[in-house]
């Protein structure tokens, strides 16, 4: 065990690291830290800045990912693992990946200052690269620290503001980028991976619980280039049986699809989210007086279970089909992007659930979306994720963290992280 001043003093220390990273990069009314910038290397400069204060030996994979070992008592066992990312979308919070990162170093910095050993080892991770705004792949620094998909491949995409490529990027803040760099973390030396991130929905709130734990990792099914090709015509001429009415046409695909999504929840399916998020008219061709003949959209639906995306999906065609013929309209859908729902470890779950019930809080779970520990998960690596409650919302200013629900946080990873590490 951690003596409880002893990791009061690190959450302390850690909560104000994150502000700092903030106040040096604030957009207001928001923050800005876009991956492979000088704003993430400075979030990275501070973490080692604080490491190297407290005497906590770090090093550097080939791409920036920082990455800190509390040597374990038993040579040779693989270690526990827990971190999170510096990056955040334009003009988002503060909080998402960086809380996960401080409270993993909060974790390790308090087991160094007491003197702690377990039989594993203790590791904590500042990742680069998470969200998928900035090259279009999200996840980009866990998958580059596990080798997920070929270096190469990922080191040429190109950053959508600079126009300059990933490995252009990393390589110009001083890292190689080493396509046959050895991965630095393996499933053979990571007995589980613990990631503490804000809740970006609402259920946490709603429940009045300053924490939970992730069920799973929503997988999804995208389009989000989609057109539906109808006919421009007179608004006061063209009666209602000689209409090919593209906006018509989509509200109906949208409101068959949430008849659908009613129905699943009513009868207990609780994890299936259906947007489109992006809907809209030609502003060149639209007008009052005209029924409109095309409309862009996208149609994003997620789930935590593959056979619940395979019925939308299914029901998605039935419906493309049946108004088309109903309508006079075309539909083009575009490029599918997919994302299979990622299971979550059961043992490392209950880790999680132990630390919360030692805090006096019921344990409940709720599904999340993507995040680095999807990577680690589908590596081979076991892994969980620790929820905190978070009023404003994510990927906006709103986004919110009370200090004393990162401190609850602290507590569950630091008991969950020492009892898997023995």
């Known amino acids: 065990m951690i003596p409880a001043p002893i990791l009061d003093t690190a959450i302390a220390e850690t909560w104000a690291l994150m502000k700092e990273i903030g106040r040096r990069s604030e957009t207001p009314p928001g923050h800005t830290r876009p991956a492979f910038s000088e704003q993430e290397e400075m979030a990275a400069t501070l973490v080692r800045e604080f490491l190297t204060a ?16 509390l040597p374990g008592t038993e040579a040779g066992l693989p270690a526990v693992t827990s971190g999170s990312h510096l990056d955040t979308v334009a003009n988002g919070g503060n909080y998402d990946g960086m809380a996960g990162t401080a409270a993993a170093l909060a974790v390790v910095a308090a087991a160094h200052a007491a003197g702690v050993r377990t039989r594993h080892g203790l590791r904590a991770l500042a990742m680069r690269a998470e969200e998928s705004p900035w090259f279009n792949m999200a996840y980009l620094g866990s998958q580059l620290l596990l080798n997920y998909r070929p270096r190469a491949e990922l080191g040429a995409r190109l950053r959508v503001d600079t126009g300059r490529t990933l490995e252009e990027h990393v390589k110009a803040l001083g890292y190689p980028f080493r396509t046959d760099a050895e991965p630095i973390l393996t499933p053979a030396n990571t007995a589980c991976f613990l990631e503490l991130h804000i809740e ?39 009666p209602r049986q000689s209409r090919r009415d593209a906006v018509m046409a989509v509200a109906e695909l949208a409101l068959g699809l949430d008849e659908l999504w009613a129905e699943l929840h009513a009868k207990g ?8 998020g992006r809907f809209g008219t030609d502003p ?32 998605k065609d039935e419906l493309v089909a049946e108004i088309t013929a109903k309508r006079g309209v075309c539909f083009e859908m575009g490029a599918e992007v ?14 999680l659930e132990a630390g919360l019930r030692a805090e006096g809080i019921a344990p409940f779970r709720l599904p999340t979306v993507g995040h680095d520990a999807g990577i680690f998960a589908l590596s081979g690596i076991p892994s969980a994720m620790l929820m905190l409650r978070n009023p404003g919302g994510s990927h906006n200013p709103k986004e919110h963290l009370e200090e004393a629900d990162y401190a609850v946080g602290c507590r569950v990873l630091a008991a969950a992280m020492l009892k898997a590490a023995g």
């Open 200 to 238: 970006q929905g609402p259920l946490l709130i709603e429940r009045d619980l300053p924490a939970g734990v992730a069920s799973a990792i929503r997988g999804n099914i995208r389009y989000p280039a989609a057109r539906c090709l109808g006919e421009y015509g007179h608004a006061s001429a063209v």
């Open 338 to 351: 997919t994302a299979e729902p990622v299971a979550l470890d059961e043992g490392a779950i209950t880790l």
């Open 284 to 315: 060149a061709h639209h007008a009052l007086t005209k029924v409109p003949g095309e409309v862009s959209f996208s149609l994003a639906m997620g789930a935590t279970s593959a056979e619940t995306l395979a019925i939308m999906r299914a029901r």
């Open 269 to 276: 399916d609780d994890n299936l989210v259906v947007t489109l």
């Open 54 to 69: 407290r005497g906590l030996p770090f090093e550097h994979d080939a791409f920036g990912n920082i990455y800190i070992l």
